[in-house]
């Protein structure tokens, strides 16, 4: 597909740059795996906030009244299980993560033409941007960590669920404000077709990455980002 050469780029990453088979079978086992260990680390700042809007988020979103360590951890598994997009827990699966990255039990998956592509982007002098519903430290950390190398240094701005939802309008227009780049001049890449029309509404380009297992439903697709292609 070739499109206007656009001045940023905001990209998702599970089922974009990264398979959602490293997320779900390797990120999160690891997270739950290790989730005890969060007892350790919770005069951790990160971890204390998080365990803090648990106890009010178990109450206003699922009406359970919850109090000790191991009541929070249990509703923090829970929540994971389910796979719900919920600030603490994004929050705390960075954390444990970040040990694994470190100590080398995990390295952050990208598809084999990403990093090429991204640097090709950041040497044209497009900016280059990340939104996912991970959290920011999650996203550095696959990008920092990741089987092609550290890929942070090309990446000037993350944005996660603490601006918004991926699928609500708002979300991109204050992307886009806080950018200072007008949307028509942000290309969004994503594999799902809700969060692709959010972004077009609020004036973005857009592309869906149709990986394995995505099934194309949205008006401008990519088998992968060697077929993005701008002039």
Sequence with gaps: MILKQPAFILTDIEGTTTSISFVADELFPYFRNNIHDLTLLKHHPVVEQAFIETIHLALEVDNETISTDEEIIRKLHQWSVEDRKITPLKAVQGVLWEKGY??????????????????????????????????????????????????????????????????????????????????????????????????????YQTIQLVRPGTTADWKNTAADFNEIQFH
């Design 102 to 203: 470190k100590d080398g039990t995990l390295k952050g998956h990208v598809y084999p033409e990403v990093a090429a592509a991204l640097q090709n982007w950041h040497a044209a002098g497009i900016g280059l941007g990340v939104f996912s519903s991970g959290s920011i430290a999650a996203q550095q950390l696959i990008f920092g960590y990741s089987i092609a190398g550290d890929l942070t240094p090309l990446f000037s701005n993350y944005f996660d669920t603490t601006t918004g939802g991926k699928r609500d309008t708002t979300t991109y227009a204050k992307i886009a404000e806080l950018l200072t780049v007008s949307p028509e001049n942000i290309l969004f890449l994503s594999d799902i077709k809700e969060e692709l029309e959010a972004a077009n509404t609020a004036g």
